[in-house]
């Protein structure tokens, strides 16, 4: 399951739970009220020479490939 961080939108109060898809979000413990989840960046960052080049280029001649 994942995590997921929600705020409430009256006072700014924030929770990171770990919660199903598709579930219920949970209610502010100050407000009262339904928080709203938060939309963040993922943390999958690609690096390093190699990938792009011989795994998803799409420029100049295609590399073939060979068992050694």
């Known amino acids: 399951m994942p995590v997921y961080s929600y705020v409430c939108e009256l006072c700014g109060y924030t929770v990171k739970r770990l919660f199903p898809i598709m579930h219920n979000p949970p209610e502010c413990c100050n407000c ?32 073939e490939r060979t068992l050694r």
Do not use: A, N, V, W
Request: proline residues 6%; aromatic residues 12%.
């Open 32 to 63: 009262e009220i339904p928080m709203k989840r938060e939309i963040k960046s993922s943390g999958f960052i690609l690096k390093g020479s190699g990938y792009h080049d011989t795994d998803y280029t799409h420029y100049g001649p295609k590399k």
